[in-house]
């Protein structure tokens, strides 16, 4: 993606999820899925290629939710009526922290969004390789039973396979800048 100088700031890459031009057109798309319309409550992961899924939920009045980095202060509950104006810095991690309310116990999200350094048509994701995302995905199971799992990403972090463990957690919907993709995962 460096190299294609379609990795944008916070660069290197490695050892990120890496952001990408492009990514505030992928969460405009998502923006208009039906998922996404009628959700109230959006789970979106802290990194910087879905900082727009967080401004959106935000802007569109749902409650947000978001990991807090690494998981060491658990989730962070942003309510988008205290923030109105502010949308753009309560996305951030720094902004969630200001405004938001940490918290173990939230609403059920009505779709969950993470980030992924690759996937694959089967709903296979690649993460920054900690598995940060999949406990993420994981609790809020537990918590809530099934739940839609959408990604956004660059168009040239869809690939052919992803390397995956029977664990590891599927996402149903795809959303780069120029398409969105149905994946092969079913929902049970």
């Not at 009045?61 to 309510?79: E, Q, Y």
């Amino acid at each position: 993606m460096e190299r294609s100088r379609i990795a944008v700031f916070p660069l290197p890459c490695k050892g990120r999820i890496p952001n990408f031009s492009g990514a505030f057109a992928a969460a405009e798309k998502l923006r208009q899925l039906q998922e996404w319309q009628k959700a109230k409550v959006i789970f979106a992961n802290p990194d910087s290629p879905q900082q727009k899924v967080r401004e959106n939920a935000l802007l569109d009045g749902k409650v947000l939710i978001m990991a807090s980095p690494r998981l060491k202060r658990g989730f962070i509950l942003i309510n988008p009526a205290k923030v109105k104006g502010k949308e753009r810095f309560a996305s951030t991690i720094k902004g969630a922290f200001k405004f938001g309310t940490e918290t173990r116990s939230f609403p059920k999200p009505d779709l969950i969004v993470e980030g992924s350094v690759a996937v694959d048509l089967h709903g296979h994701r690649l993460g920054k390789g900690h598995g940060y995302g999949d406990v993420e995905i994981s609790i809020l199971k537990k918590m809530f039973g099934e739940i839609p799992i959408a990604t956004t990403v660059h168009d040239m972090q869809v690939v052919e396979a992803v390397p995956f463990e029977e664990k590891d957690e599927k996402v149903f919907i795809i959303v780069t800048p120029t398409r969105v993709i149905r994946t092969t995962v079913q929902k049970t």
